[in-house]
């Protein structure tokens, strides 16, 4: 039996005051490193070990959503290679293939967001990338289309979904102060290979066919679960490295230390801070036209200009501008106050929104290339300032579950919308009214957007008079209190003197 810490030393028997065994010790061991309950998490060491896991965070940013991203060329290639010109629904139902990846990604974001705060960061990537690794090579011996629903929709998406998302979480641990910075250089992975891919894709689907195509990209995932093994939370206190279990723990994965299990599973006391509510109403409403152009752009170009060559640079040129926006809007945040970052994702929602809606109307290569530029740049101010802004809206420790919830439901939009788009191409032979549609949502969600800042600082001057409130009743106890002392003192004097 470990006897209580409050029990004094003199009143435990002799067997209690030998040295503990190896299990009383691990114990020991595991409540040192769990820390004491409500204690501060420590301060972010803004760099150090911080920029191996930014390293290890872009390569996830990259190689999941360069993939998603990319995911018209695999469109294609989908269609020829299990298409069938017998069914007149074949664009709408390769459609599902990529949206089901996509919206699969993000709505499993609360779930994982649970795992993380129980299991922690690393663990909750590693073995999501396993997953992702499996669902994606799985998905190079299908046959039809069908398979690749549960291959590489669900099981595919769901692993990206479980190592992703703590690649968020993890970058507040070890960042603060450049934490927009961080966070744009991180995003911007995705970037560098939207950029890359496409010509690869088609090189490779071209070259080796489909399924080998698949095959390459599942090394992709296999670094990925190499990378999330830096993963490493950080050290709780200076006992740790003096005992040095900090250093035994390091490269183990499924290490004996305890994780404070969250009080709720989900947290949903979070939706009572109305602007967080608002936010988490206003992106996903945003977003129902969003993923559109990245399935069914390169389809519309292949139909709109079938004479050009090297089609896939549209998809490289919304690669190039995101990477750029990411960095350069993901600084700029380091200099906007507060709340107020979320102006940076209005502006971002205005310009996708009427950039999706002036693709139909570009008669020339060239003018298209253009949209695709601003489209791209503004795609990576929205992308790039979403954790910096979960941070302003919640306390650090519900940021996992605000990102969580938020991504949760961003599934629903992500997954309908490439669709009904390709619905509506199978039904009117164009693309023209999809992405006439796919305009709309955005400029809405941005208008629901612009109630956030205000609707946090009204909030923040009731607290602010609740809390003077406060401070004035405890002031005027005080000096009651002492007026009642000081005139009983002055009684019990004057008694004495008399």
Known sequence: MVPSQEEPAAERGPSETQPPGPEAA??????????????????PPEGGRGWLVMLAAMWCNGSVFGIQNSCGVLFVSMLKTLGSTDDDLMVFKTAWVSSLSMGMIFFCCPIVSVFTDIFGCRKTAVVGA?????????????????????????????????????????????????????????????????????????????SVGLFYTLRILSIFMFVLFLASFTYRPLASSAKDKESGTEGSNRFSLFSRRKFSPPKKF?????????????????????????????????????????????????????????????????????????????????????FIGLMSMMIPLCNDFGALIAVCLIMGLFDG?????????????????????????????????????????????????????????????????SAVLCFIPWIHSKKQREISKTTGGEKMETMLENQNSLLSNSSGIFKKDSDSVI
């Open 26 to 43: 691990a114990e020991k061991v595991e409540l040192d490193l769990a820390g004491p309950a409500g204690a501060e998490p420590p301060q």
């Open 130 to 206: 396993a997953v992702a690794f499996i669902g994606l090579l799985s998905s190079s011996f299908v046959s039809s289309i069908e398979p690749l629903y549960l291959t590489y929709g669900i099981i595919f998406a769901c692993g990206c979904s479980f190592a992703y998302q703590p690649s968020l979480v993890i970058l507040g641990h070890y960042f603060k102060k450049r934490l927009g910075l961080v966070n744009g250089i991180v995003t911007a992975g995705s970037s560098i290979f939207t950029i890359l891919l496409p010509f690869l894709l088609r090189v490779l689907t071209d």
């Open 266 to 350: 989900f947290n949903f006391a979070i939706f009572k801070v109305t602007a967080y509510a608002v936010w988490a109403v206003g992106i996903p409403l945003a977003l129902f036209g969003y993923f559109v152009p990245y399935v069914h752009l390169m389809k519309y170009v292949n139909e709109r200009f079938e004479n050009g060559k090297n089609k896939e640079v549209v998809l490289m040129c919304i690669g190039i501008t995101s990477g750029v926006g990411r960095l350069l809007f993901g600084r700029i945040a380091d200099y906007v106050p507060g709340v107020k970052k979320v102006y940076l994702q209005v502006l971002s929602f205005v």
């Open 381 to 445: 101010c929205f992308i790039s300032i979403m954790a910096p802004t979960a941070f302003e809206l919640v306390d650090t420790w519900d940021v996992s579950q605000a990102i969580g919830f938020l991504l949760g439901f961003m599934s629903i939009p992500m997954t309908v919308g490439p669709p009904i788009a390709g619905l509506l191409r199978d039904e009117l032979g164009s693309y023209d009214v999809a992405f006439y549609l796919a305009g709309i949502p955005p400029l809405i969600g």
